[in-house]
């Protein structure tokens, strides 16, 4: 249970617009789903989370969905940024276990 | 409060080389782990520590080794260094396994050659 796919692996959009990535899974039994942004020469630092009993979490410009059916999460940035520039990490947990990561997408917004 | 401290930040090794990364928390959590990130691949689990005196192998844990003395730190050691050893190393902690709350550290980027 260590797949994940997350897509697309580089992400360009104008100031303003929307931002979606996504990532799928392959462990039914996962339960908790993070996102975390890493900015240049810094560590990943978890900006949302989703437990598998909800469906939607949103936190200002920032959301995050999971259709447990199909096995797939996917972080939505609104009215996007230059400051929102970085890579984003999908992960997951099964159980109490430990967490898995996504390859990584390299968001740019162009001002 | 500092977080999650890792040095050096930077270090270039020659192959069979051996070097220790250092990684220290002071938020008291009982969870460490190291992870490798390669270009386009993520981040990849080393070794975790649940406490003081207990480590555990992660997903890629050949080529190095782990100690835990304390709560407070977690050294990654190289003993004869690879170039597909090559990567950023990120040490990271949490309050316990699979925890809401990974604090990363800021990263380490070796160069093997």
């Known amino acids: 249970g260590e797949n994940v796919e997350q897509h697309p692996s580089t992400l360009s959009v104008q100031e303003g617009d929307s931002a979606v990535i996504k990532c799928t899974y392959s462990d039914s039994a996962s339960n908790y789903f993070p996102w975390y942004k890493q900015e240049l020469g810094k560590g990943p630092q978890l900006i949302i989370d989703?437990?598998?009993?909800?469906g939607e979490k949103k936190d200002q410009r920032i959301a995050v969905t999971l259709n447990k059916t199909a096995k797939h999460f996917s972080l939505h940035i609104t009215e996007t940024q230059p400051e929102d520039s970085a890579v984003y990490f999908c992960?997951?947990?099964?159980?109490?276990?430990?967490?898995?990561f996504g390859t990584g997408t390299r968001l740019t917004v162009i001002p | 409060n500092a977080g999650v401290t890792q040095t050096p930040k930077f270090r270039i090794l020659k192959i069979g080389q051996s070097m220790t990364l250092q990684c220290a928390q002071d938020m008291n959590h009982n969870y460490m782990y190291w992870y490798r990130q390669d270009p386009g691949m993520g981040l990849k689990l080393i070794y975790y520590s649940v406490g003081a005196g207990i480590t555990d192998k992660g997903e890629v844990p050949n080529g190095y080794n782990v100690s835990r003395s304390t709560t407070e730190d977690f050294p990654l050691r190289l003993e004869l260094a690879a170039p597909s050893q090559t990567s950023v190393y990120f040490c990271a902690s949490s309050y316990y396994q699979g925890s809401n709350g990974y604090t990363f550290g800021s990263g380490t980027r070796l160069t093997v050659v």
């Open positions: 989703i437990r598998s009993n909800v």
């Open positions: 992960a997951y947990r099964t159980g109490a276990n430990n967490l898995f």
